[in-house]
């Protein structure tokens, strides 16, 4: 019998249930997936609490996984059964199998593991769309990073210094300044401690930084926009701390005529040719070893709620990966 995590209302993690789910034949263009690994990612939090609203429950939660294609359904051209396959973006991946169309399907290359590619497939393309289009940094830029050791941070921080970048990671105790350093900081900033803008300013002789990528929100707003160069890029892409609501977009010019980019991973790969070129580099940076992808801790699958909490209590560092 296939198991799912499904949600039946918004609320904590215990709202998650572990519930036997029928899954039946592929349809035209979809194919069943039998899940080998699956990716925890914060906006799981933001949709289990409502914060990203959902359709009808009940639903089943998690937008990432890695697996191999069990059975394919008719008018499905690119994929065959036993494809080791991976995806991000589509919604009801905490299951063991699932249907699913093939839209979002990425075959993987020999060398990247099941777990590899459940770590890495949503926060990595997201670090390779906020380096390339949201602020496409230049070698020599320097830029600020708000959660520097979580998932999306130790891959953008190394992303970026690869890329010949002066990476500034923020962070929220000594520990994780040590493994930001190790994944791509040439800085660090205690972000619950220290003034960010003004060790900013220190460390870019008074300048400021090209570009402030935020996913922290509300706590971290005035800092990232003190931060930044005149005409610097804010690009605010998550809520950890809250969502920013009533920005006064004068702001922008008083702190120097700066720009705002407020983006989703969904609008840069929305089609095949967008989600093959993303995927493909980020296949091409992790094979290389330009691009380590570090897995902090793993969980049951059966145990999701317990990981959503150790990632709201901010507990978990890197990639966490759920086991079905
Ligand atoms: N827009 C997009 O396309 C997109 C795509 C992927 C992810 N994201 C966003 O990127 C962010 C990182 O995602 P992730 O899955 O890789 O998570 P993560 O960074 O591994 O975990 C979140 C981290 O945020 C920091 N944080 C600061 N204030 C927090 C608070 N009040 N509550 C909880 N955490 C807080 C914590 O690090 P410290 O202890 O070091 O502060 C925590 O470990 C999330 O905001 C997510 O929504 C956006």
């Known amino acids: 019998m296939n ?45 289990r609490t409502g914060l990203y609203p959902l359709g009808d429950f009940p639903q089943t939660l998690g937008m990432e996984a890695a697996g191999v294609i069990e059975t394919v359904g008719s008018d499905v051209a690119d994929f065959a059964v036993g494809d080791r396959v991976a995806y991000a973006m589509s919604l009801g991946a905490y299951c063991n199998e699932r249907l699913m169309g093939v839209e979002k ?52 921080c190394q992303w970026a210094r690869h890329l010949g970048v002066t990476v500034i990671g923020c962070v929220g105790s000594p520990e994780k300044a040590q493994l930001a350093q190790q994944n791509g900081c040439h800085h660090t900033i205690l972000y619950k401690e220290e003034d960010v803008a003004a060790r900013v300013r220190e460390i870019t002789g008074g300048e400021g930084v090209a570009a402030a990528y935020d996913s922290v929100g509300q706590a971290t707003l005035m800092a990232s926009l003190d931060s930044l160069r005149p005409t610097g890029t804010f690009v605010s892409y998550g809520n950890a701390s809250g969502p920013i609501s009533d920005f006064n977009v004068g702001v922008l010019a008083q702190k120097g005529s700066l720009y705002l980019q407020r983006p989703t991973l969904a609008t840069y790969i929305r089609n095949r040719e967008l989600l093959n070129q993303c995927a493909g580099d980020l296949f091409d940076v992790v094979q290389s070893g330009a691009v380590k992808v ?9 145990e999701v709620a317990q990981a959503h909490r150790d990632l709201e209590a901010r507990k978990t560092t890197g990639a966490t990966v759920l086991l079905p």
């Open 3 to 47: 198991n799912a995590i499904r949600i039946h209302q918004y609320g904590g993690p215990e709202v998650l249930n572990l519930e036997p789910v029928e899954i039946g034949a592929p349809a035209a263009g979809e194919v069943r997936v039998r899940h080998t690994a699956i990716g925890l990612n914060f906006i799981d939090v933001y949709q």
């Open 105 to 156: 399907l990425v075959k993987l290359p020999d060398g990247i593991e099941d777990r590899t590619a459940a770590a890495m497939m949503l926060q990595g393309m997201t670090a390779r769309y906020l380096l390339k289009s949201s602020y496409p940094v230049q070698a020599g830029d320097s830029i600020l990073v708000m959660a520097a050791a979580g998932g999306v941070g130790t891959l953008l």
């Open 294 to 302: 570090r897995i902090g801790q793993t969980y049951p699958l059966a």
